[in-house]
């Protein structure tokens, strides 16, 4: 075997010695990362989230969606969810075990913030210095291990915990498994039987595509609203003015295999217009352009852009 050959042999084994040891890394372990709990998200069925000062909410899931039962009994923001049970599964990027007596010293012995995700309890404390993080605690692995675990996870999520109850209510105008099956305004009446969509009107002349009516009773599942308000307070003379001008929509759907009806009062306010629950003091926030496509029967070639 000549030089070269025997060259090309030694350097062929050193690059394969390099690539073993890159790979297998002997004498080093692998970090693992710590989390706040072992929670399946994807299990979780009910969501109680008490925070002092402001209200509570209560959300269950019902199928594939979930339902706010408290404060008010509408769909839930999906998002929302979302980030709540992403708690379950936050990281924990230091823990350290504390007595009785030092709770307070991290907002833990009376925390301003507790989720409930099924039987498991979480409390968040204040803020850690510097870094932004916040202290934590999985009451349910103390009980086990009978001490004090504090956990170090993102801070982020304590504040979207006590947003406004707003954020929690569905921007959504109808339930995700809503059976539409009637809307009635002004002069028209939508409703489907066997099947088909009828209309009603006492317009004259009403010259209405049927793709027209598909496309409005697809607008109205598909629109959302750019905010919700709740607590919102209406005077019974405004709502009475509504009632007169025929600034209200009726909509009868199934939920459930269960008859519902519900009816919004359309309330102007400058440029924004509200649609107001005449059972609930909850308003969704919708523009003039997507009032129209909910309540117009436009030519489908000739529908605007929806501004969701």
Do not use: C
């Amino acid at each position: 075997m000549n030089n070269d050959a025997r060259n090309n042999t030694r350097l062929a084994v050193i690059v394969l010695l390099l690539a073993l040891i890159a790979w297998y890394k002997p004498g080093l372990q692998q970090y693992q990362y710590q989390y706040l709990s072992s929670l399946n998200p994807e299990q979780v069925q009910t969501i109680v989230i008490e925070r002092q000062g402001i209200e509570s909410v209560r959300l269950t899931k019902q199928g594939q969606h979930w339902l706010m039962q408290s404060p008010y009994p509408l769909p839930a923001n999906p998002l929302r969810v979302k980030t709540v049970l992403a708690l379950a599964a936050k990281r924990s990027y230091s823990r350290f075990d504390v007595t009785d007596n030092e709770l307070k010293k991290y907002a833990l012995d009376k925390p301003k913030l507790s989720v409930w995700l099924d039987n498991n309890r979480f409390d968040l404390g204040s803020e850690a210095p510097l870094n932004g993080q916040r202290y934590a605690m999985n009451i349910q692995d103390n009980i086990h291990s009978n001490k004090n675990t504090v956990h170090l996870i993102n801070g982020a999520l304590y504040y979207q915990l006590r947003a406004p109850v707003d954020s929690f209510i569905s921007p959504s105008l109808l339930p995700a498994e809503a059976e539409l099956e009637q809307i009635q305004w002004s002069a028209y009446s939508l409703v489907l039987k066997n099947g088909q969509w009828q209309l009603k009107t006492s317009r004259e002349n009403a010259d209405i595509q049927p793709d027209s009516v598909v496309q409005l009773i697809h607008n109205w599942q598909s629109i959302q609203a750019s905010r919700v308000e709740t607590g919102l307070k209406v005077s019974p003379a405004t709502l009475t003015a509504a009632q007169t001008a025929g600034k209200t929509i009726t909509l009868r759907y199934k939920l459930n295999q269960k008859p519902q009806t519900v009816i919004y009062h359309i309330i102007q306010e400058d440029s924004q217009i509200k649609l107001l629950r005449q059972d609930l003091p909850v308003a969704w926030w919708i523009t003039p352009q997507q009032l129209k496509q909910l309540t117009e029967f436009i030519p489908v070639s000739k529908t605007p852009e929806s501004s969701q």
